[in-house]
């Protein structure tokens, strides 16, 4: 057994995780693959296990925005309400009267690259206290409902001015049909999953093996995983790619050796080489990603992913910008979704990994300690990839 294998089982023995399926591949290919515990009754995890991958959708999202701006149909600073004139709704929360919202107009407009960056000011309201008390108090429901008005969550800071983690690619899957014409569905389905052959991701769950679909679970106060009803919204009014995806861990790593290749995969070409250089790029200048303080611990822990290092945003990705000692290196790419499913890839060391279970809270202290060092041991294995 693999020191990889053996960390997987003990994860599990150890109650750290109710299961997990994990690869490590390059460019060229797979280079290993484990799983350990069962996804369900009587299911073991697997290579074919299907996860709910929520925020992990929002790179697939980044990269449908990017196809567009490789093929000049869009460009980073265009201005979203100048594609989606509805977006002019949008504005700044500037505190309260009471419990009465105080609104005001953007000092600039919301572009491209801030929905794609985190930079629009959208953001979620399990790490800000204020947008539980917008919702509160005029009665917008959550992005997670599927209603297309849940877009309309008000911006929390002027654009550009700082780095919040949000809703901004939900927005951009709206750019993304308004520029093309296509459903948003259709065309992820028709401009990446198909031609890099990821047959079980989709947005629903009979596009994907329902069979092999896993438990969604959460962990209770004594530490047991239990049932969890977070899931993204069935048939809803738009697919939201910030949240809307199913996918495997296989189909998931395929979507990232495309980008360790330069936009190229086993002959398919979804981005051109300069597409893919233009799109892992920091797109954020000298801000910096903050520590994510949650208001909702039961839904995610304090997120703070390599504490005190520098990190900014691509057009799809944290990125880190300096070589992380023992793991990944400089201008390496990576995020997650909050059910803790985990993934980065390396361009440097051309190597991608992905780290999967299914339960909450997101960023679980554990499962975190878990994740990093699995990526210790992927690099201890890997060196000289």
């Not at 009267?97 to 572009?111: H, K, M, N, Q, S």
Request: charged fraction near 20%; aromatic fraction near 10%; include cysteine.
């Amino acid at each position: 057994m693999s020191a990889l294998d053996a960390l997987l089982r003990d994860a599990v023995a150890e109650g750290t995780v109710p299961f997990v399926v994990a690869m490590v591949g390059n460019s060229d290919g797979l280079e290993w693959s484990g799983s350990a515990g069962d996804a369900a009754a009587r299911q073991p995890a697997g290579e074919d296990s299907v996860f709910r991958i929520f925020s992990m959708t929002k790179a697939i999202g980044s990269l449908a925005a990017m196809i567009l701006i490789d093929r000049d149909k869009l460009d980073f600073d265009t201005a979203v309400a100048d594609v989606i004139p509805d977006f002019g709704r949008v504005k700044v929360l500037d505190g309260f009267d009471g419990t009465v919202p105080i609104l005001r107009d953007p000092a600039r407009p919301v572009t491209v690259r801030h929905l794609a960056t985190h930079t629009s000011g959208l953001e979620y309201e399990i790490w800000n206290a204020d947008m539980p008390k917008y919702m509160e108090a005029t009665g917008l429901a959550s992005i997670l409902s599927g209603s297309r008005e849940a877009l309309f969550y008000p911006l929390m800071s002027d654009p550009g001015t700082r780095w919040a983690y949000g809703i901004g690619i939900d927005w951009l899957g709206q750019v993304v049909e308004a520029v093309d014409g296509r459903s948003v569905e259709r065309f992820c389905r028709e401009e990446i999953f198909e031609p890099l052959g990821m047959t079980n991701t989709g947005f629903e769950p009979n596009q994907v093996d329902q069979d092999r679909l896993v438990d969604c679970l959460f962990r209770s106060e004594d530490g047991a995983f239990e049932p969890s009803e977070m899931v993204p919204p069935p048939t809803p009014e738009y697919y939201g790619m910030g949240h809307a995806l199913y996918a495997t861990a296989p189909d998931y790593l395929r979507f990232l050796r495309m980008l360790l290749s330069g936009g190229t995969l086993d002959g398919q070409t979804i981005l051109s080489r300069q597409g893919v250089e233009r799109m892992l790029a920091n797109h954020i200048g000298r801000l910096s990603l903050e520590r994510m303080v949650t208001v909702a611990p039961t839904v995610s822990a304090d997120v703070d992913i390599f504490p005190g290092a520098r990190k900014t945003h691509s057009f799809g990705f944290m990125r880190v910008e300096d070589d992380q000692p023992g793991q990944r290196s400089a201008g390496s790419q990576g995020w997650a979704g909050v059910l803790n499913t985990h993934y980065w890839f390396d361009p440097r060391k051309n190597l991608a990994a992905v780290l999967m279970t299914q339960f909450l809270p997101f960023a679980d202290p554990r499962f975190m300690q878990l994740y990093s060092d699995f990526e210790t041991t992927v690099y201890a294995t890997y060196r000289s990839s």
